[in-house]
T-cell receptor
């Protein structure tokens, strides 16, 4: 079984729709992250959470919100999707030491 | 604030040839450094990491990297490429590992392996 799972794996939606991407982990890590990947730009951090009550903005948080429902669950929402949010989205978790991060398989989102 | 530069967005090598992927970073403090690999339609997987100690780091699948502080580099090498090494590779840096648990990623280098 995968340690970090993301649902859905693929999603096509229309401009203006609200979208939620979900991430669950069985690694027992406190720290969770959401990234987006765009060709030629690498991964950019959207939001991160160090525990259920600690949510922090990353470098590109505008247009996104998150919810940490439990230690194991971290959801990313697009309140009103726009085409330039078309990207590959990754959830990750990390250990306390060395910042090593473990990634989910990704969600490919297309906004028409 | 840290940043990461990967030189070359695409690298093509012959099977059995040396793989060399370049990564330079900027950081105000000794950083922690990472290489990740992304195979098609998969998430990122850690290849190797440098935190402290020995500057030559060995990772999975025959890859290694050397931290050179004077050159602010962390280049990734593999002596002999295999077809299964075709993937995208990302260098990442954290310069406040016990304070700020964020990673900054390079833009990635796509490796193709010719038979």
């Amino acid at each position: 079984d995968a340690d970090v799972t993301q649902t859905p794996r693929n999603r096509i939606t229309k401009t203006g729709k609200r979208i939620m991407l979900e991430c669950s982990q069985t690694k027992g890590h406190d720290r969770m992250y959401w990234y987006r990947q765009d060709p030629g730009l690498g991964l950019r951090l959207i939001y991160y959470s160090f525990d259920v009550k600690d949510i922090n903005k990353g470098e590109i948080s505008d247009g996104y919100s998150v919810s940490r429902q439990a230690q194991a669950k971290f959801s990313l929402s697009l309140e009103s999707a726009i085409p330039n949010q078309t990207a590959l989205y990754f959830c990750a978790t990390s250990t306390l030491s060395y910042n090593e991060q473990f990634f989910g398989p990704g969600t490919r989102l297309t906004v028409l | 604030a840290q940043s990461v530069t990967q030189l070359g967005s695409h690298v093509s090598v012959s099977e059995g040839a040396l793989v060399l992927l370049r990564c330079n970073y900027s950081s105000s403090v000794p950083p922690y450094l990472f290489w990740y690999v992304q195979y098609p339609n998969q998430g990122l997987q850690l290849l190797l990491k440098y935190t402290t100690g020995a500057t030559l780091v060995k990772g999975i699948n025959g890859f290694e990297a050397e931290f050179k502080k004077s050159e602010t580099s962390f280049h990734l090498t593999k002596p002999s490429a295999h077809m299964s090494d075709a993937a995208e590779y990302f260098c990442a840096v954290s310069d406040q590992p016990k304070v700020d648990y964020k990673l900054s990623f390079g833009a990635g280098t796509t490796v193709t392996v010719r038979a």
